[in-house]
């Protein structure tokens, strides 16, 4: 079956560094656009970052543009979220997902079919 599994989330500290990582397995990884979205407590879930099927391409939201970094291996059915310079604002539980088709490089919940568990990051001031 379909399965993500995100990990690397834990507690830092402001201007510390996380890299969360995403393995997938029961789908075509390679043909997939893959993003990252979070949600806060209280709040409704938020795009962060998405990288196309084929890795050349990728998109950011604008509060972690030039500090996260999104990249995939498809030999490894694996993507990655590097996060530098965290802030407290970026608490929260961290999925990724896999688009619906490829090519989109969405930044819409809807259009992902497949969604992992979700990673918490906290990060204190």
């Known amino acids: 079956q379909v399965q993500l599994v995100e990990s690397g989330g834990g507690l830092v500290q402001t201007g510390g560094s996380l890299r969360l990582s995403c393995a997938a397995s029961g789908f075509t990884f390679s043909s997939k656009d893959m993003g990252w979205f979070r949600q806060a407590p209280g709040m409704e879930r938020e795009f962060v970052a998405v990288?196309?099927?084929?890795?050349?391409?990728?998109y950011y939201a604008d509060s972690v543009r030039g500090r996260f970094t999104t990249s995939r291996d498809n030999a490894k059915n694996t993507a990655y979220l590097q996060m530098d310079s965290l802030r407290p604002e970026d608490t929260a539980v961290y999925y990724c997902?896999?688009?619906?088709?490829?090519?989109?490089?969405?930044?819409?919940?809807?259009?992902?079919?497949?969604w992992g568990q979700g990673t918490q990051v906290s990060v204190s001031s």
């Open positions: 997902a896999a688009s619906r088709s490829w090519g989109l490089l969405s930044y819409k919940a809807y259009d992902y079919s497949y």
């Open positions: 990288i196309s099927w084929s890795g050349d391409r990728t």
